[in-house]
């Protein structure tokens, strides 16, 4: 058939020439490649020192937004959990009682959040299905442990602190509250 | 026999020692760099700049790590394979030439521990012993992969022994001498055995990366078939010595390729130089020309993959050996022609 890459090639199996059946051409040329590879610039990343720079629409670790006001963004409505095609997200809602306006933004919020990091892929679905800009993937890393339960983050993990927000912009700029 | 001679020839052995340690200790931090250079990647460079002290980093390793004998293994013949073979890889290194006789404290010393008339005889029986630490070292595991491990290493070794041989009596006739010494001096300059006898060198090239068991005819400890081969068992400074002992024979056999084909120490222009600058530089010159070989051999491993066991024989005893004896057959012929036999 007719080849449409231009890169086919007709495999044969005639007997080799004479100098072919030295090998020594054949050795020599193989070690010219690998010599042309001792010159070539390493890409490595030597990582703790260096870091790779992230590409700005990278997908890491999720948090979970407060407003201007410190108000957990977050009303449980379930959408990520629902959207979630690796079923990683789960939660339990509850009411806001009379005294916690302060702490979250509508009448019910999430008293249990969790996101299993094993489970999870990134997609970034959840991010897409949130409707009141509650929860973002940033440029973070989820950082390694030893056993399998600490991968399973807690709100105490995943909301960020009143004294240390996360800054999203770097991965998206929604105009909206989500940005602080 | 004077004391001066014993102290200076005691002196030349330890230093002789060291620098064989020393070298294969560097070659695995080299050969680590080069594969890495090879497949663009950095290779070791966590311990000290540049990773420089990897190879210190290893031997603590090796010593620290549990030294385990198998069950039924014969404990004792466990215990000498490794020495055997790290004792021949070294004892080679008594007959090199390292250089041209230097003067120091008013004494003419050699910088060779002995000058054997009969030193390529002495390199032939070192080396075929050098498979005895390899066997037994893979019988006494009393494990299938370790046999397997030590029968190919000795069947590989007879047959490329006789190769090696035989490219060698070349290099004797042309010589009129089995001293290494003698065959370096024939060499004086620029006029290297290579130029007479390259067909000779290639044999005797593949027939040292055979017997010292480097890739593509790393057969022995065939990783991928035998799981590390006649090493299998072994453990801590034990495995140590095994390996150890591979790259002091590499760097005695790029040694010997140095001396036999390359002219040894000489050096072009070596003739405007007198007295110990002479064998300053002749010792340099020597040790460029081994780690060339070394960085060779090392490239070739990192370059070819690995035979297999049938295409080694086939290679072994149909292609080199006949190479070889019609080489060694012409050679004969042209001398015996340019003495006038006919």
Redesign the interface.
């Known amino acids: 058939m007719e080849s449409l890459s231009n890169r086919k090639k007709v495999v044969s199996d005639k007997p080799m020439t004479f100098v072919e059946s030295l090998y020594l051409p054949a050795i020599f040329s193989g070690m010219m490649v690998t010599l042309k590879h001792m010159f070539k610039r390493r890409k490595t990343i030597k990582y703790p020192e260096e870091q790779r720079v992230f590409a700005p629409v990278y997908r890491g670790m999720h948090v979970l937004k407060r407003d201007e006001q410190g108000r957990e963004n977050c009303t449980a409505c379930g959408l990520c959990a629902v959207a979630c095609p690796a079923e990683a997200i789960t939660m339990v809602a509850a009411e806001r009682e009379k005294g916690e306006e302060n702490l979250y933004r509508e009448e019910k919020y999430a008293e249990i959040y969790e996101i299993n990091m094993l489970r999870c892929i990134f997609c970034g679905l959840c991010e897409e299905a949130c409707p009141k800009e509650a929860i973002f993937l940033t440029d973070r890393i989820v950082p390694t442990e030893y056993e399998r339960n600490e991968f399973i983050y807690g709100k105490d993990m995943l909301v960020e602190k009143l004294d240390k927000r996360i800054d999203i912009t770097k991965r998206q700029d929604t105009g909206k509250r989500g940005a602080v | 026999m004077d004391t001066a001679l014993i102290i200076e020839k005691f002196v030349l052995v330890v230093i002789l020692f060291l620098i064989s340690l020393g070298i294969a200790a560097y070659s695995t931090y080299f050969e680590r760099k080069?594969a890495a250079?090879?497949?663009?990647?950095?290779g070791p460079?966590r311990a000290g700049p540049f990773g420089i002290l990897q190879p210190i980093a290893d031997g603590v390793k090796m010593f620290l790590k549990e030294d385990f004998t198998p069950q039924n293994s014969d404990k004792w013949l466990f215990i000498i394979g490794p020495g055997i073979a790290m004792f021949t890889a070294l004892i080679t290194s008594a007959i090199i030439p390292w250089g041209p006789d230097i003067t120091l404290f008013g004494r003419t010393m050699s910088l060779q521990v002995t000058d054997f008339n009969v030193g390529v005889l002495y390199i032939f029986g070192v080396v075929s012993i050098g498979v005895y630490g390899i066997m037994i070292g893979g019988w006494a595991s009393n494990n299938k992969y370790s046999l397997f491990g030590a029968i190919r290493a000795s069947s590989q070794m007879i047959s490329y022994e006789l190769a090696m041989g035989i490219s060698l009596i070349t290099i004797v006739l042309m010589s009129g001498s089995l001293s290494l010494t003698d065959i370096v001096n024939k060499q004086h300059g620029m006029d290297w055995n290579i130029w007479y006898q390259p067909i000779s060198f290639l044999v005797f090239f593949i027939c040292s990366l055979a017997e010292t068991n480097r890739a593509p005819f790393d057969l022995p400890e065939c990783e991928s078939e035998l799981i590390g081969g006649y090493h299998t068992e072994y453990s801590s400074m034990k495995l140590g010595l095994f390996l150890f002992s591979e790259y002091v024979a590499m760097f005695v056999s790029s040694a010997l390729m140095a001396i036999l084909f390359f002219g040894g120490y000489n050096f072009p222009g070596m003739d405007a130089f007198s007295g110990n600058l002479l064998a300053l530089l002749c010792v340099v010159a020597f040790f460029a020309k081994i780690f060339f070989f070394i960085f060779v051999i090392m490239?070739?491993r990192?370059?070819?993959p690995r035979f297999r066991f049938d295409q080694l024989m086939h290679l072994g005893w149909k292609t080199l050996i006949p190479i070889a004896i019609i080489n060694m057959l012409i050679t004969g012929l042209v001398i015996a022609f340019n003495q006038g036999w006919f």
């Open positions: 080069l250079w090879i497949q663009d990647r950095v460079d490239w070739i990192w370059t070819i």
